[in-house]
């Protein structure tokens, strides 16, 4: 089976608007909406490195494209369409066809196409890098250095799961198999904010989201944003369900530095509070305040407790 097989039975399924060009000639086209600029985010998952050999390729096609609009999302950006890039050693037939159907499933969700790409043997391993495109009204894209003093600091959804599914698989802690099958859901198939995202346009001054743990990532806004925050982290959402279950230290370490979350942290003015609060009930999302950006450099987490030692630990490559 040749290149252009494989990317006919497997990559050419999106159906794309009239005015954007697809899959099958030297570059795809695609125009923006008038007082729009392009948001644009690449990752590059390695096997072995960011996700296990024997994972459902069902969840690692829905992962590989989530993990990218979770991009999107923090800037407040809406889909337009991705290329994806993959390098196979072998053609594998089942897994193309439920790696697909993982990322079709959820490009056809959040209505963003697959435009293009390059198919590739590798020597050793899978690798997939995807791009993804998206439209903000220029200017208002939210970054991670619009964060003001006094700003409240909010985080989406819950954390915990992810960690705690991973360090069980990878033997760092004892978990029963009910555990791992409750958390993995949280690893494998994670929610791209998308709609959040574009709700918080014009309401929130910053925000990321959490794809190396949530203190390592609100250090990239307080540093570019050139203050500090204060954390309670009694206020931190985390699925409850994880006490008794692991211990308490576990636990934290979990909530403050577990990565592989995509949930948004992003900070809003107290002025509004209850526009966040109304973006919480429309949405059905749950959204927490869980601290304040002060001045100064640091990240404090309150009430101070020793065994929190965590200053920022994450998930770092090198
Ligand atoms: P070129 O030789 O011009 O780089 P290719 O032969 O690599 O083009 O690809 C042919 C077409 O198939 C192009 O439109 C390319 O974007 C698309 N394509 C290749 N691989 C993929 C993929 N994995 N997913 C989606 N489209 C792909
Ligand atoms: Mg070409």
């Not at 904010?193 to 743990?213: P, Q, V, W, Y």
């Not at 305040?289 to 101070?304: A, C, N």
Request: hydrophobic share 40%; aromatic share 8%; net charge positive.
């Amino acid at each position: 089976m040749s290149e252009f097989d494989i990317i006919r039975k497997y990559f050419s399924k999106s159906v794309v608007q009239k005015s954007m060009l697809g899959v099958g000639d030297d570059c795809a086209l695609f125009t923006v909406p008038h007082g729009n600029e392009v948001a644009v985010s690449k990752d590059l998952l390695i096997e072995g490195k960011h996700f296990f050999s024997n994972v459902d390729p069902v969840s690692l096609g829905h992962k590989s494209l989530a993990v990218n609009l979770s991009d999107l999302a923090a800037m407040g950006a809406q889909p337009i369409g991705c290329l994806l890039g993959i390098a196979i050693p072998t053609v594998d037939h089942r897994w193309l066809s439920k790696f697909s159907k993982g990322f079709f499933k959820l490009s056809n969700e959040v209505a963003c196409p697959l435009l293009g790409g390059d198919t590739v043997k590798s020597s050793s391993g899978i690798s997939i890098s995807i791009t993804v495109f998206g439209a903000v009204p220029v200017s208002q894209a939210i970054r991670r250095n619009g964060a003001k003093l006094n700003d409240e600091i909010w985080i989406s959804g819950n954390l915990g799961s992810a960690d705690i599914a991973y360090r069980i698989i990878t033997k760092q802690i004892m978990g029963s198999k009910s555990l791992l099958r409750r958390t993995i859901r949280a690893l494998d198939w994670p929610n791209p904010r998308i709609h959040l995202g574009r709700c918080l346009l014009g309401i929130a001054n910053s925000a990321i989201d959490i794809s190396d743990g949530f203190l390592q990532d609100l250090s990239h806004i307080t540093r570019s944003s050139n203050l500090g925050a204060n954390i309670y982290y009694d206020e931190i959402p985390f699925d409850k369900y994880l006490e008794g279950k692991v211990s308490q230290e576990d636990i934290k370490k979990a909530i403050l530095n577990g990565g592989d979350v995509y949930e948004l942290c992003f900070t809003a003015s107290k002025s509004n509070h209850n526009a966040i609060r109304k973006i919480s009930n429309d949405t059905g999302i749950v959204l927490h305040m869980v601290g304040k950006m002060v001045s100064g450099k640091s990240i404090k987490i309150s009430p101070h407790d020793r065994s929190i030692l965590y200053d920022i630990n994450g998930f770092n490559h090198f």
